[in-house]
């Protein structure tokens, strides 16, 4: 027999942006209790907790939580999966209450990172001044810089001009764009880090980080949580009906890691994963690409957002410049994408972006989105991707009237 | 003559400077790091492979910002060497984007990364492209 249904309860994400006067506990907290306020339970009623906190160290994010929210005895899961740790914890609440464990989960992604810079790169702080083997190349100096790049717009810049080359007909101005459009959609989302228009000029102009990406083509450091509260069919059937017709339907929870293939060793492959995943959600889901409303994917360099028209079957293979240059993705074409403002905009507090892009996908599910409401919007698909790698992906669906 | 040690150990020296590949006897995956066992089929046995010195270019990004005291700008790519992709910076090109393209044909060429303090040289490798570059045969 099938598994029951799953649903989303209660959801909520914080204002992305700078919170110094707030920690991670703060704002893992404030988004757990706006979740459960939002699906109108409380943490008696949740029978498991999964929790995010990529940059935290020591100890567990769950029971942090715990002790602001409610230390009812329930089993934590810590969880980390780079950039995908919100949807890890997501879809950890959902296997739970599909193993039958409880009938009620509680996934929180939350990270400070507003002032940081490059998260990834090696410094060369430490080099001896004897040449000494170590490492798994057996190397004698730091290979950042001096072997190709560890930043992560670098690694994406390549991921872009890869599929540029495969493809042909893609340029610097044509990825400017894609930033141009998410910088465009955030200016109608009061949560996003960023609420700024930004001409197309500005943005190819800005400071270049990593050719073809330039600053505003980022996905923008910043502090912020989210949090959703999941439960199983049964459960929804118990509660009230306003509850029944706010609930956000699963549809599908996927997470894929990366096949081996030729050349994963050198550069990630962020397309057969997100490809395999996609496919597997629109199996499970029996929705089909075309059938979105809008998609909420991970944007985190404007390079990424293009190849992931292609992975997540948005358009034809290889067909990822005509999608984009026929408007489709802005937000008032065929299907939107980021209209939240994307990872380049909103913001990218990382652990909690997995959850966050289903609380976008939700409010424009349950007609709730205000300003930047896709009119109608029935099915939506969040995506995210961790490097190393692994991928999230949901498919949302609004409750029958 | 200075002694000279290759910066990591897949680069051998000599005769020639050239790249080697561990390459699982099973299922010929390769790999440049050291492996426990071969992430495509399984099998824990190896041999090294020469990986040829010629290739094209299939993707690039010129970085601008690194870590501190990473010298920028410089271009990090991929390159194609006969089917076997090699991560690398490319040299003996400018670092923007008139001189670098996707496709170019680079050959693979070594660098000084250092010298430490008992005088033996760390040597590094790029690729420069294949056209106009200085023949240093």
């Known amino acids: 027999m099938a598994s029951e249904d799953i649903w989303i309860l209660g959801i909520h994400m914080t204002k992305f942006g700078k919170h110094p006067d707030k920690d991670t506990v703060d704002l893992a907290t404030e988004a757990a209790l706006g979740a459960l306020a939002d699906g109108g339970v409380t943490m008696r009623d949740v029978g498991v907790l999964a929790a995010g906190n990529l940059m935290g160290r020591g100890a567990g994010i769950g029971q942090l939580i715990q002790k602001q929210v409610g230390q009812t005895g329930i089993p934590v899961y810590n969880v980390a999966n780079a950039c995908a740790t919100g949807a890890t914890a997501l879809r950890t609440a959902i296997m739970a209450i599909k193993a039958g464990e409880c009938d009620m989960g509680l996934a929180v992604g939350v990270e ?119 439960v199983d069919d049964s459960k929804l059937k118990t509660l009230s009906g306003s509850q029944q017709r706010r609930a956000v339907k699963v549809s599908a929870s996927i997470l894929t890691t990366d096949p081996w293939e030729e050349a994963c060793q050198v550069l990630p492959n962020v397309n057969t994963l997100t490809r395999n995943a996609a496919a597997q959600a629109y199996e499970a889901s029996g929705i089909g690409p075309e059938d979105l409303d809008l998609v909420e994917l ?38 939107p994408v980021n209209v939240s403002g994307g990872l380049e905009s909103k913001g990218h507090p990382i652990a909690a972006t997995g959850i966050a892009n289903v609380w976008e996908i939700c409010h424009h599910l349950r007609g709730e989105a205000g300003d930047r409401q896709i009119e109608g919007a029935k099915v939506g698909l969040a995506h995210v991707i961790g490097l190393g790698s692994a991928c999230g992906v949901h498919v949302l669906e609004r409750a029958a009237a | 003559m200075t002694a000279q040690i290759p910066l990591v150990d897949y680069l051998v020296l000599d005769p020639e400077p ?5 390459e699982c006897d099973g299922c010929a995956a390769r790999y440049f790091d050291r ?34 005291g990473i010298p920028v700008p410089f271009v990090a790519a991929v390159v194609d060497c006969g089917g076997t992709s090699v991560r690398a910076n490319l040299v003996n090109v400018p670092p923007d984007p008139a001189h670098v393209h996707t496709g170019m044909k680079v050959r693979l060429a070594t660098q000084v990364v250092g010298t430490d303090s008992s005088g033996v040289e760390a040597l590094g490798f790029g690729f420069e492209p294949l056209e106009g570059a200085t023949d240093g045969q």
């Open chain 2, 35 to 68: 492996r426990n066992a071969c992430a495509s089929c399984g099998g824990t046995a190896f041999h090294d492979e020469d990986v040829t010195t010629v290739g094209e270019v299939r993707a690039f990004t010129i970085v601008s910002l690194a870590a501190p």
């Open chain 1, 112 to 230: 400070k990172l507003a002032g940081a810079g490059l998260l990834t790169g090696g410094s060369r702080a430490t080099e001896k001044d004897t040449w000494e083997r170590s490492g798994r190349y057996g190397e004698v100096a730091a290979l950042d810089g001096r072997v190709g790049t560890e930043t992560m717009p670098g690694v994406f810049a390549q991921i872009g001009m890869e599929y540029a080359h495969r493809y042909g007909g893609i340029d610097f101005e044509l990825f400017a764009q894609i930033a141009e459009k998410n910088h465009a959609h955030s200016t109608l989302n009061p949560l996003a880090s960023y609420q700024k228009r930004f001409t197309l000029e500005e943005i190819m102009n800005d400071v270049m980080i990593s050719f073809p990406n330039t600053r505003p083509m980022c996905s923008a450091n910043c502090d912020g949580a989210a949090a959703a509260v999941v």
């Open chain 2, 18 to 22: 050239h790249l080697i590949a561990h």
């Open chain 1, 298 to 335: 991970h944007d985190c360099f404007a390079t990424a957002e293009l190849v992931h028209y292609d992975n997540l079957m948005l358009c034809e293979p290889g067909g990822a410049a005509d999608l984009f240059r026929s408007g489709a993705t802005w937000r008032d074409g065929r299907i």
